[in-house]
């Protein structure tokens, strides 16, 4: 399997055309009613299952400038270069992050038979070593041998056909000032244009926008009208739906009639997996104050101010282009500082003692430490889904988001209509999947470590190290939940990091 002819007519086109026309919907006349589409495989001629450009080309440019006039003490910097990602089988999920495991299905090729070990709850067995598959043989794969028939009334995937290697474009420009012998600042200014990124889920078999509501609340009159059943003109036909004597409106209204009607969740339908329509925009201003050892201490100290916005999942199945947001990587304020200590004790340190044991023990231990601060990332709406944005009944209203709550909602959700009976279906979703105001917890996180280093002989030391992780204990909670369904619905129930943990390392070299 290496594609979906979408324009092409289906075996099944001239019978169910014909048996469409003598009872046709109001919503679409016979003349409009196509039958189009089928899943296509390799042939001898061509056996690859998707094309992409070879040969491409990563250009780097760089440049390092120091002004004579500064007396060496400044340095001027810019880059920019391209970079090229090879293709990743796997799914770029609504949260920002690849799959770890690969896309393996091949429509026709693969084929799964049941087990059933018994049928009266365990008291006696039905599938033997003997006879594993009393009810059958095993299924075989039904390989390319019907065509555009290949699985006629059931869901669908492939593999886009037309790969392109995602890449980027990435810039920089800094200025480096040595203010004073062991001290340097530095300021730059770095951006990065991604394209080509992989969609997970692109639903083909859409019913077209004018039949979909647009109403803020739930439309029961036009639900109603595209669940109503109608006569089915593939009743007969060699089709998983040819069974039955009807069909739903919105099935015989989708742009594949013969496939099963696209679904919000991408659970069934005709769905093409990492179409090349994913994009990415990143910006970032950073300063940095670096002091070199001097006197026992060392200091690196970093903030970073950026913004990230990217196009990688549809809003809506029938959107022209995905959705325009706040990356679910957007951190826009970022405070890291680290720094090592040499403590002053010792023959010739701030303070010496007259013992020599005392000297040998307490010279040469290092303080060191290290404090991030992070805002935290956007919450993603998607209402429980891993493939596809669900919708909201959204009432209006502010959030009033507190992501450090965790006894009751940490949002207002009295802004959202949660009873099951008033979700929406066959609706345009207009509420955003992310918002910069409405993030989760970030990071407010220090580390410390204290070791020495005992040398007893020239090829012999002897390392002692305490180590503490989050040493104030602080708590980084989780998203709150944000399925409508969930009874934990706006509340806080885990956290992101780990509690207070603390370390003791020893380590012998000879």
């Not at 992070?374 to 959204?394: C, E, H, K, L, M």
């Not at 305490?466 to 040493?471: M, S």
Request: glycine share 8%.
């Amino acid at each position: 399997m290496d594609g979906y002819a979408a324009n092409t007519p289906s075996p099944l086109a001239p019978a169910a055309q014909a048996a469409y026309a003598k009872n046709p919907l109001p919503q679409l006349p016979a003349s409009a009613f196509q039958v189009n589409g089928g899943l296509t495989f390799a042939t001898p001629q061509d056996t690859s299952i998707f094309h992409n450009t070879s040969h491409l080309v990563s250009p780097r440019a760089g440049l390092a400038w120091s002004p004579t006039r500064m007396h060496g003490k400044t340095v001027v910097r810019a880059g920019f270069g391209m970079f090229t990602t090879p293709i990743a089988i796997s799914t770029l999920q609504i949260s920002g992050a690849y799959s770890t495991s690969a896309i393996l299905n091949q429509q026709g090729f693969s084929q799964a038979t049941s087990l059933t070990p018994s049928n009266n709850n365990y008291v006696t067995p039905y599938a033997t070593l003997s006879d594993p598959f009393p009810g059958g043989a095993i299924q075989h794969p039904v390989g390319s041998a019907n065509g555009l028939l290949t699985f006629a009334g059931q869901t669908v995937s492939y593999f886009n056909p037309e790969m392109q290697n995602p890449y980027s474009l990435r810039w920089n420009f800094g200025i480096q000032h040595q203010l004073t012998p062991n001290t340097m600042l530095e300021v730059a200014y770095m951006g990065n244009h991604a394209v080509h990124l992989p969609i997970t889920y692109t639903q083909q078999n859409i019913l077209p926008r004018q039949y979909l509501s647009t109403l803020p609340v739930r439309d029961q009159a036009l639900i109603s009208g595209l669940t109503a059943t109608v006569p089915n003109p593939f009743y007969g036909l060699q089709t998983a739906t040819g069974t039955s004597t009807t069909a739903s409106t919105a099935l015989l209204l989708s742009r594949y009639p013969q496939f099963p009607a696209g679904t919000g969740t991408g659970s069934a339908g005709v769905i093409v997996q990492d179409l090349n329509l994913g994009s990415s925009y990143y910006e970032a201003f950073n300063a940095r104050v670096q002091k070199r050892v001097s006197r026992g201490l060392s200091v690196i100290a970093n903030y970073m101010r950026s913004r990230m916005i990217d196009q990688t999942t549809w809003l809506n199945d029938t959107d022209p282009r995905p959705e325009h947001r706040l990356s679910p990587f957007d951190h826009p304020n970022r405070v890291s500082a680290a720094a090592v200590y040499e403590l002053p004790f010792g023959v010739g340190r701030l303070i010496s003692f007259h013992s020599n044991l005392a000297n040998k023990l307490l010279a040469g231990w290092r303080l060191s430490g290290t404090y991030t601060f992070q805002v935290g990332a956007p919450i993603t709406f998607v209402n429980g889904s891993s493939t596809t944005p669900g919708d909201y009944v959204y009432l209006g209203g502010k959030l009033n988001l507190n992501n450090r709550l965790t006894d009751g909602t940490a949002f207002n959700t009295s802004v959202f209509d949660l009873k099951s009976a008033d979700q929406f279906q066959y609706h345009i979703r207009t509420f955003s999947t992310t918002f910069g105001d409405v993030r989760q917890d970030g990071i407010n996180d220090w580390n410390m470590s204290l070791l020495k280093e005992f040398r007893f002989k020239e090829r012999a030391t002897f390392r002692l190290q305490c180590d503490a992780f989050n040493v104030v204990n602080h708590p980084t909670f989780a998203a709150p939940n944000t399925q409508v369904s969930n009874s934990a619905f706006g509340t806080i129930t885990s956290q992101a990091n780990r509690s207070r943990m603390l370390q003791l390392s020893a380590k012998l070299a000879f």
